[in-house]
């Protein structure tokens, strides 16, 4: 089967400092994908550059393919076709993606008339009907209502409103939740799971949260300094991980029930993109480092099924009970 | 022994008013919110916006005065803001915010600033202060290297943490956390949990700890307290609550929070958190409660005691009484 989304060797780098080494990551039609990393990991940076979003002095290189087509370095016209129709985005930030001089209605409508064509009645009719899919309270008064008279999370469901409006196969929500109070992020990131169920299209969900990307997710891939470190399925990530960024990463995250312990802190802090370390770029925070980790960068390698890992020294593990059931 | 900290029914009334010709509105934002510190002990406050969870650690630390009731430090009332006492005060009780770029300042070296409060309340010989800096950022993890710098030039965790020694410079009996580690990444916010447990358990410090992240206030928190619409609705044993919440908003918070390999149904609320210029009569929770009776939308639950050190704003909840409770 043709992927989705096949990205390779993509790399990024803003006035001559690297920001993307190389990465590689497929997605299949209806797929949902996590994205997980600190700041500077490059996982919002990897679908800025596939979507030709980055500003003219970011040199970007390698391919992506869109069900087969090469979407790296389309002509603009492709690109704005594409855009908020076969591919949308959604931000962190609602209110500062929104227009705040036009009304929710006029701009989830300029979405309808410039994917689908619609204009008039039948355009006025879909937006309401899209408030409607995404939960939006009162929708029919809402059509009128300008960003500022809205939540926080009543912005983010007018913007995956409008997301949907070019009925996208792929939605990428860079960290859709993440200003949101916890119980209005749970309604979002449901939302966001049934809309997936309803309209087969595929998602791919960054956050910093590993928590909020284990739940929506069938695979996640961990992202450090640039790269891919660890790919696997959402489950067997969290039981097993193998590589000791996702160990740590995973260890740092204080858990709601069970016995408290004392949280595994990684060590330092992610290393500039000018000053990057040789080798590993993650060795010199991890506590499983060798003289070899310095030498040259571990390859992102099968592990196991469905699983990738770039180190030298990944971490052994027994088959996790999700692990058990992939192969069975 | 009388406790640290002591606040009987504190409430903060703002006016607010909607549009420019709109009339004024008063919005408690903390309304009767009691609650005690012992000496060394760790209080976890977490809500969500609106829930007034802030403004209550500003009159507990006597920044703002309340409107009504009263807050006692050391078995003192709250001197007024801004007198002499209330000065001398402040070296007793330091507070720490969620953006320590905003409350450093930039063209000071870390060092500097981390003396500053000792020039200020006038705490050791002068020419033993810059030594006493040094030892600050030493145990907040920070070497002399970073010390002669500025802001700008540390990172994220290292300017929190620098915030963190400045306030530990007066030797605080109390410090009031407001989301200290949320703009912080995973692996740097729990470097910075960690330092402030360590740093509790060493100094004996008694501490708020402001969030909106349960992880993270049940990590650090031996006591909890739910706040919503400025009431405390729930509080706790930090491991007691989560585990087993009473208040149908400590359960919905419980479910909604993220968790790997989370399995089960999700409580959804419906609903926004309300608006505090538009408090719903009764329980302000009802209109997004979904096991509310008639008398939730009359009556407003108070705070009662349920035993084992639990305490709830619920007509619906019962005390708890031993085993059945669990």
Redesign the interface.
């Known amino acids: 089967m043709t992927p989705l989304v096949a990205i390779s060797g993509l790399s990024v780098s803003f006035d001559g400092a690297a920001a993307l080494h190389g990465v590689d990551l497929s997605l299949a039609p209806g797929e949902a994908l996590g994205l997980v990393g ?2 500077g990991s490059g996982k919002s940076v990897t679908w800025l550059a596939a979507l030709g979003l980055l500003p003219p002095h970011a040199a970007v290189s390698g391919s992506v393919r869109l069900e087969g087509a090469e979407i790296l370095g389309a002509p603009a016209s492709t690109l704005d076709r594409l855009r908020g129709g076969r591919v949308a985005m959604i931000f962190q930030d609602p209110a500062s993606s929104l227009n705040p001089v036009l009304t929710i209605g006029k701009q989830i409508g300029e979405a309808l008339a410039l994917h689908r064509g619609l204009d008039g009645r039948a355009r006025m009719a879909e937006a309401k009907r899209l408030l409607d899919l995404v939960g939006m ?1 009162d929708s029919a008064r809402r059509l009128s209502a300008y960003p500022h008279e809205l ?1 926080g ?2 912005n983010q469901r007018a913007m995956i409103a409008m997301a949907l409006a070019g009925r996208p196969d792929l939605l990428i929500a860079d960290e859709p939740t993440t200003a949101l ?7 979002i ?2 939302l966001l799971a049934s809309l997936r169920k309803e309209t087969g299209m595929a998602l791919v969900l960054i956050s ?5 990307v ?2 929506t997710c069938d695979r996640v891939a961990v992202m450090y300094a640039g790269r891919i470190v660890e790919e696997a399925p ?2 067997a990530l ?2 097993a991980p193998r590589h000791p960024y996702a160990e ?10 069970g016995p ?1 312990r ?6 330092g ?2 290393p500039d993109p000018r000053e990057a370390p040789p080798g590993c770029a993650f060795a010199p925070r991890c506590p499983k480092a060798a003289s070899a980790c310095a030498g040259a960068v571990p390859a992102l390698t099968e592990v196991g099924p469905a699983r990738r890992a770039a180190c030298f020294f990944p971490l052994r593990s027994t088959p996790s009970r999700a692990e058990r059931k992939v192969t069975a | 022994m009388t406790p640290l900290l002591e606040a009987e029914g504190l409430a903060r009334v703002y006016a607010s008013r909607r549009g420019v010709f709109g009339r004024p509105v008063a919005v408690r934002a903390v309304d009767h919110v009691s609650l005690r510190l012992g000496r060394g002990e760790t209080l976890g406050v977490v809500g969500e916006s609106g829930s007034g969870k802030s403004t209550a650690g500003r009159l507990l630390l006597g920044f703002e005065a309340p409107d009504e009731g009263e807050a006692r430090f050391d078995g003192a009332a709250m001197p007024p803001p801004g007198s002499p006492e209330w000065r001398r005060l402040r070296a007793r009780m330091q507070m720490i915010y969620q953006d320590p770029l905003g409350a450093l300042d930039r063209r000071l070296t870390v060092a500097a600033q981390v003396k500053e409060p000792l020039d200020i309340h006038g705490i050791g010989a002068p020419e033993d202060r810059a030594a006493r800096a040094a030892e600050l950022l030493a145990a907040t993890g920070l070497s002399a290297r970073i010390g002669a710098r500025r802001p700008h030039e540390l990172s994220g965790g290292q300017r929190q943490r620098a915030v963190i020694a400045r306030a530990l410079a007066t030797r605080p009996d109390l410090l009031v956390c407001d989301e200290p580690v949320s703009a912080l990444d995973v692996s740097i916010q729990a470097q910075v949990v960690n330092l402030l447990s360590d740093l509790q358990a060493e100094l004996g410090l008694a501490m708020i700890f402001i969030s909106h992240d349960l992880r993270v206030v049940r990590q650090i928190s031996a006591r909890v307290a739910v706040m919503y619409l400025g009431r405390i609705v729930e509080e706790g044993a930090a491991d007691d609550i989560f585990a087993r919440p009473v208040h149908p908003y400590t359960k919905a918070l419980v479910s909604a929070a993220p968790a790997p390999g989370k399995t089960g149904k999700r409580i959804l609320l419906e609903g926004e958190p309300p608006n505090p210029a538009a408090r719903p009569s009764g329980c302000a929770f009802h209109p997004r409660c979904a096991v509310a009776v008639p008398r939730c939308r009359a009556e407003v639950p108070s705070l009662a005691d349920l035993g084992a050190g639990r305490r709830a704003a619920c007509h619906l909840v019962a005390p708890l009484s031993g085993q059945e409770a669990a």
């Open positions: 600190e700041s309270p939540s999370g009543q109070d916890v119980t209005i992020q749970a309604q990131l449901e910093h949260d590993l928590g909020v284990a739940e959402a489950l969290f039981e740590g990463l995973i260890g740092a995250l204080p858990l709601l029930d408290r004392r949280l595994t802190a990684i060590p802090t992610v």
